[in-house]
């Protein structure tokens, strides 16, 4: 559990942190250099994840929430924007599937 949820923050924190970056206008072919490899850690971060003893649903959910968390912190304390009810709506959405998952067992 320990490892999916490491796996899961690397690749949220990747995703998120490119996504920080185009959005604050970054130029894709001048840093296509730097952004390449980071996509590709991405990608190994994702693989490592679902081939963790979790399987590959739950991994997708973690991951996901991670990302929504992630999101939202960066919206509300870096960027400075309102927040969207989307990203709540799926936040909470990503906890209730969590929480089912673990009271089903």
């Known amino acids: 559990m320990i490892a999916a ?3 899961a923050g690397l690749a949220a924190g990747l995703a998120v942190g490119l996504e920080f970056q185009f959005r604050s206008g970054m130029d894709w072919w001048r840093n296509a250099w730097w952004i390449i490899p980071v996509g590709a850690g991405v990608n190994f971060a994702i693989y490592r994840l679902l081939s963790t003893e979790m399987g590959w ?3 997708i959910v973690l991951f996901g929430g991670m990302t929504a968390t ?3 912190i960066l919206s509300l304390a870096v960027l400075r924007e309102p927040l969207h009810i989307a990203n709540v ?3 909470v959405v990503l906890l209730v599937g969590v929480g089912v998952r673990f009271i089903w067992r």
Request: proline residues 8%; glycine residues 0%.
């Open 70 to 72: 992630l999101r939202i």
């Open 89 to 91: 709506v799926a936040a």
């Open 5 to 7: 949820v490491c796996w």
């Open 57 to 59: 649903l739950p991994s």
